[in-house]
T-cell receptor
Framework: KQEVTQIPAALSVPEGENLVLNCSFT??????LQWFRQDPGKGLTSLLL?????REQTSGRLNASLDKSSGRSTLYIAASQPGDSATYLC???????????FGSGTRLLVRP | NAGVTQTPKFQVLKTGQSMTLQCAQD?????MSWYRQDPGMGLRLIHY???????DQGEVPNGYNVSRSTTEDFPLRLLSAAPSQTSVYFC???????????????????FGAGSRLTVL
C-alpha cells in the first residue's frame, strides 16, 4: 500500500530564506506527483505536477524535483515571502484509477 | 466563473442524523471526487466519479453514498452520521482525465473551499 510522508510537519523561517520541503513515498511505481498549497479555511491549489519520467518542474520561485528510485520529492521555494505561509501537501497517483494519495502536509510560516 | 462550489460551509449534526453535502462545478469537468481531511492524516479519498452515471469507491467509503446524475453535481450523503465522520470535506474536479504519466492539465484537480462537519 502506497504511503506518503512529509517531514517536517511544521517549519518557520525568516523572510528571504530559501527553503526545501520534503515528500517521500513507499512505492516507486507512480504515474505522477503533485504539490498543492492550502491556505487556512480554504481548499487546495495545485502548484506543480511532475510526471513519472521527469526530474523536475519549475514555476516562478518554486522548483519541484522527483527521484522515483529513492521515493523522494522536494519542493524548493526561493526567496521566501510572508505570503508563502500556508500548508504544502504532496500527492501521488500510483495506478490507473487516478486516485491521489496525499501526505499530511508541512505547515510553513515565513516570518517578516 | 465559480469553479467548484460546496455547500454548506459549516454543519453540526447529532449522531444518527442524515444530511447531504452538495458539490457543483461549472467547468464541464468529467471527473469529480470527495475527500475528507483529518488532523495529521492528510486527505483521504471517499468516492469518485469519472462521468455522469458512474461512481466508484475510494479509500474510506464506508458510511457515505454518492450519485452522479448530471455532469455538474456530485452530492455526498451521510445516511446516519457518526462522531467519526467529524471532519472537513473537500470536493474536487478535473477535466476528462489525461493520459497517466503526462503533464496534461487534465490531471490537475480544482478543489472547493471545503465543508466543516461536526457530529455530536
Amino acid at each position: 500500500k502506497q504511503e506518503v510522508t512529509q517531514i517536517p510537519a511544521a517549519l518557520s523561517v525568516p523572510e528571504g530564506e530559501n527553503l526545501v520541503l520534503n515528500c517521500s513515498f513507499t512505492d516507486s511505481a507512480i504515474y505522477n506527483l503533485q504539490w498543492f498549497r492550502q491556505d487556512p479555511g480554504k481548499g487546495l491549489t495545485s502548484l506543480l505536477l511532475i510526471q513519472s519520467s521527469q526530474r523536475e518542474q519549475t514555476s516562478g520561485r518554486l522548483n519541484a524535483s522527483l527521484d522515483k528510485s529513492s521515493g523522494r520529492s522536494t519542493l524548493y521555494i526561493a526567496a521566501s515571502q510572508p505570503g508563502d505561509s500556508a500548508t504544502y501537501l504532496c500527492a501521488v497517483i500510483t495506478d490507473s484509477s487516478y486516485k491521489l494519495i496525499f501526505g499530511s502536509g508541512t505547515r510553513l510560516l515565513v516570518r517578516p | 466563473n465559480a469553479g467548484v462550489t460546496q455547500t454548506p460551509k459549516f454543519q453540526v449534526l447529532k449522531t444518527g442524523q442524515s444530511m447531504t453535502l452538495q458539490c457543483a462545478q461549472d467547468m464541464n469537468h468529467e471527473y469529480m471526487s470527495w475527500y475528507r481531511q483529518d488532523p495529521g492524516m492528510g486527505l483521504r479519498l471517499i468516492h469518485y466519479s469519472v462521468g455522469a452515471g458512474i461512481t466508484d469507491q475510494g479509500e474510506v467509503p464506508n458510511g457515505y453514498n454518492v450519485s452522479r446524475s448530471t455532469t455538474e453535481d456530485f452530492p455526498l450523503r451521510l445516511l446516519s452520521a457518526a462522531p467519526s465522520q467529524t471532519s472537513v470535506y473537500f470536493c474536487a474536479s478535473s477535466p476528462r482525465q489525461g493520459a497517466l504519466g503526462t503533464n496534461s492539465g487534465a490531471n490537475v484537480l480544482t478543489f472547493g473551499a471545503g465543508s466543516r462537519l461536526t457530529v455530536l
